[in-house]
């Protein structure tokens, strides 16, 4: 692998996030219960997607690979990148 190369986990770790980002906001855009019962679900369910979605952001920034670019934001839309070219692929 060159160093301009993303791993491909750091890929897949991307993609992960946004699946994960857009499950949230999905959730989150559900209308709300008049049930008690089914609101506290609801809210368990938004809480757990989020949990979910901090422990992928937190694999995927403390990668091994980002400490060897030398500018973080341009390793991120690289990163974007690759990621995109394998949804359309």
């Known amino acids: 692998m060159a160093d301009d190369d993303v791993p491909e986990d750091v890929v897949q770790l991307?993609?992960?996030f946004w699946a994960?980002?857009?499950k949230c906001a999905?959730?989150?855009?559900r209308p709300d219960s008049p049930d008690p019962e089914?609101?506290?679900?609801?809210?368990?369910e938004?809480?757990?997607a989020r949990a979910?979605?901090?422990r992928i952001t937190t694999d995927l920034y403390a990668h091994p690979?980002?400490?060897t670019q030398s500018n973080?934001?341009?390793a991120d839309r690289k990163v974007a990148a690759a990621a995109k070219t394998l949804d359309s692929a």
């Open 38 to 44: 089914v609101q506290a679900a609801m809210s368990a």
């Open 14 to 16: 991307k993609r992960s």
């Open 52 to 54: 979910e979605r901090l």
């Open 46 to 48: 938004l809480a757990a």
């Open 72 to 74: 973080r934001y341009q």
């Open 65 to 67: 690979w980002w400490a």
């Open 20 to 22: 994960a980002d857009k």
């Open 26 to 29: 999905d959730l989150a855009d």
